[in-house]
């Protein structure tokens, strides 16, 4: 999808600007911040999963939730 984004001065259009792109770019940015956010708690939950089995124990109420320690 393209916008055009249109200056008007005076009833006559001064200035056109076509822009392309901006939803790929809303795209890209997006999945710059989802991606890292999936792995960082994919990655958490399995510490605390290899935390729990290496205790022998559920460690709900021990584990830190922000580190996956202890």
């Avoid at 393209?2 to 770019?25: H, N, P, W």
């Avoid at 990655?43 to 939730?65: F, Q, Y």
């Amino acid at each position: 999808m393209s916008r055009e984004y249109t200056l008007k001065k005076k009833g006559k259009i001064c200035y056109a600007v076509e822009v392309k792109g901006d939803d790929f770019m809303q795209f890209l940015f997006i999945l710059a911040v989802l991606v890292p956010a999936v792995w960082y708690y994919a990655a958490l939950g399995k510490r605390i999963s290899a935390e729990e089995k290496k205790a022998g124990k559920d460690l709900s109420d021990e584990i830190n939730p922000f580190t996956g320690a202890r």
